[in-house]
């Protein structure tokens, strides 16, 4: 593995990292510097019907949820695949526990003005507990 390969699997961890604090923290403060202002949002919903949801009204769901941390919920997270496809793209494979559901999501990014942000995320509810 070159330097810059290392360099950029270790800021994609970081971006990585600060999307796991998002989703426990659910400080949407923080929100511009996980989730790029045109990512989209997948995944399916309850009676199996898909969904899609735009960067700003996951912004305002987050917001409106109390989060993992403010219910005492425990922090579980993974990392299960990096990939960079090129200097300005790669796929992370997450699971993540949000209070009492286990997701398992896609992550892609692209590396915006040196930055890492999600510009899309597939999700799928793996386990509820």
């Known amino acids: 593995m070159t330097t810059e390969m290392t360099t950029d699997m270790a800021a994609l961890t970081q ?66 695949l990096l990939d960079i496809a090129a200097a300005d793209q790669a796929l992370a494979k997450v699971r993540v526990r949000i209070n009492a559901i286990l997701y398992l999501d896609y992550l892609c990014y692209h590396c915006i003005d040196q930055r890492w942000l999600i510009t899309a995320k597939s999700f799928h509810v793996e386990a509820r507990l």
């Open 15 to 80: 971006a990585v990292q600060r999307y796991f604090d998002l989703m426990y923290d659910g400080d949407v403060a923080d929100f511009d510097a996980v989730f790029h202002t045109s990512a989209q949002l997948h995944g399916f919903r309850a009676g199996g019907l898909i969904t899609a949801i735009p960067a700003a009204a996951y912004r305002d769901m987050l917001s409106g949820t109390p989060s993992p941390r403010s219910q005492g919920a425990p922090r579980q997270q993974e990392i299960l």
